[in-house]
């Protein structure tokens, strides 16, 4: 015979499951949906805290010399960023795809070639005579590789038409995140007590330690990969420009996105120079540019002290996974965020797996820094 007490108990039991469940659900379903709403917004804010940590010494500077008006310095800010940034990648976003259409343009026409290699080509030292073969054996082969492989290229050729595009939304992207930065450095005290709460809400002192390391983080690599990619992009698109090369803002995107794997330029300026060897351009155009692309290769050794007083000790395989996945994922602006987030991801786990058990609460031990 059961007991009348056990039954009410299995019954209030059942009815705080349901009710608990009911909860569950209802917070869920509210989460997700707060979610689904907000994520239009997620990109652009995610863009503007890491350009927040970027500009901060910029701002920093500017409220200095407009006396400490904030409001002022932020709207200078914003009106700088628009200009040095902004206005020129437009103009270079319209080269991008106008050398972007040229090359789909010849693939679908069937009609992209590679001219015969000049005779002087084969004069050059050591490496001469094979250039010359093999830049010949292209020339006469091409056709027919074309026409055996035309739906790959024909696909190359619209994806890129299809990441020129992208470019544009890029701009308004950054124009976007550039006003939520200048927001957020304004009123950085509370932005900044917001971040530390949270981490602290979440694992006590060692969650304000990891909020900090996440910032340290953020503008390391915004300044010491993104920032430096972006210089040397934005310096091998005015030699390509000035030198004469067709669809420079293509060329310079491509150093953007080794740049920032942390290759160098090099791979794409050396097709240039060919290309200006093989359109018989002046032998002073030549040799400028040339000097000019090993200056764009080898400026990154000056420009990380000068930004950084020393570079990102986040290893290169771990920026390289997170700017190809998140071109990948997001499109062009994830090259840059995707190569943030995943160094700051790495950091955290490197500060979470390096802590000591026997170490008190509120000090972490500091993990040895990854080759760089």
């Not at 097709?271 to 090993?294: E, K």
Request: one cysteine or more; charged letters at 15%; hydrophobic letters at 55%.
């Amino acid at each position: 015979m059961s007991d009348p007490r056990n039954a009410h108990q299995h019954q209030d039991l059942d009815r705080n499951a349901i009710e608990l469940a009911l909860r569950l659900a209802v917070v869920g379903l509210l989460a997700y949906w707060c979610f689904a709403i907000f994520r239009p917004f997620l990109m652009p804010l995610v863009w503007g805290v890491v350009l927040a940590v970027a500009l901060r010494p910029v701002y920093a500077g500017i409220e200095r010399a407009t006396g400490g008006r904030r409001s002022l310095a932020a709207i200078l800010l914003v009106l700088l960023c628009l200009g040095v940034v902004v206005l020129p990648t437009v103009m270079v976003s319209k080269s991008l795809y106008d050398g972007a259409g040229f090359v789909s343009s010849r693939v679908e026409e069937g009609d992209l070639r590679i001219p015969p290699a000049p005779e002087r080509v084969a004069q050059w030292p050591i490496v001469g005579p094979t250039v010359y073969e093999t830049w010949n054996l292209a020339s006469t082969n091409l056709e027919s590789l074309l026409h055996q492989f035309r739906p790959q290229v024909k696909a190359f050729g619209v994806w890129l038409v299809t990441l020129a595009k992208q470019v544009a939304f890029t701009v308004l992207l950054t124009a976007v995140a550039v006003v939520i930065a200048a927001f957020l450095l304004a009123r950085r005290e509370t932005v900044v007590r917001i971040a530390l709460d949270i981490g602290a809400r979440i694992a006590d002192d060692a969650g304000v330690e990891s909020v900090r390391l996440a910032g340290q983080t953020i503008g390391t690599v915004a300044k010491g990969v993104v920032g430096v990619a972006a210089i040397q992009a934005a310096l091998a698109g005015l030699g390509l420009a000035v030198a004469g090369v067709p669809g420079a803002g293509l060329w310079a995107l491509l150093v953007l996105v080794l740049a920032v794997a942390q290759l160098p330029p090099l791979l794409v300026l050396v097709p240039a120079i060919l290309y200006l060897v093989a359109t018989d351009a002046s032998m002073v155009t030549i040799i400028l540019f040339s000097v000019w692309s090993v200056v764009v290769t080898v400026s990154d050794g000056l420009l990380k002290p000068l930004l950084l007083g020393r570079g990102t000790d986040t290893p290169m395989p771990v920026v390289l996974i997170g700017a190809i996945g998140g071109l990948l994922l997001h499109g062009l602006i994830g090259l840059f965020i995707g190569a943030v987030v995943l160094s700051t991801g790495y950091r955290l786990f490197g500060r979470w797996m390096g802590q000591n058990a026997d170490t008190p609460s509120g000090q972490v031990a500091e993990p040895a820094a990854g080759p760089g």
